[in-house]
């Protein structure tokens, strides 16, 4: 997938998201902010231990998880993407 969408469907429901820093998805979450980025998304024990952080914190869980739908909300809701669309057409 060109852009982390699943990520922002996520976002949207107010979750926190861990990714891997390739494709889209490292654009989709904002490290330390809506969520965790891996560098490197095959390493099974990084992508645990950012599992373990949001397992372990539920306060920072649930802050990254408020981040996570405000920023959906403002930079990726139907109506502002369709203006940024309209914006960019001749």
Same mark, same amino acid.
């Given at each position: 997938e060109g852009f982390g969408i699943?990520?922002?469907e996520a976002a949207a429901?107010?979750? =926190?998201?861990?990714?891997? !820093?390739?494709g889209g998805s490292a654009e989709a979450v904002v490290h330390g902010e809506t969520g965790l980025v891996v560098d490197d998304p095959g390493d099974p024990e990084?992508?645990?231990?950012?599992? =373990?952080?949001?397992?372990? !914190?539920p306060e920072a869980r649930a802050?990254?998880?408020r981040a996570a739908r405000r920023r959906a909300e403002?930079?990726?809701?139907y109506e502002v993407l369709v203006d940024r669309l309209a914006e960019a057409l001749p």
């Open positions: 699943v990520f922002l429901c107010g979750v =926190a998201q861990v990714a891997g !820093d390739s990084a992508v645990a231990d950012a599992l =373990a952080v949001l397992l372990d !914190d802050r990254m998880g403002s930079d990726f809701a």
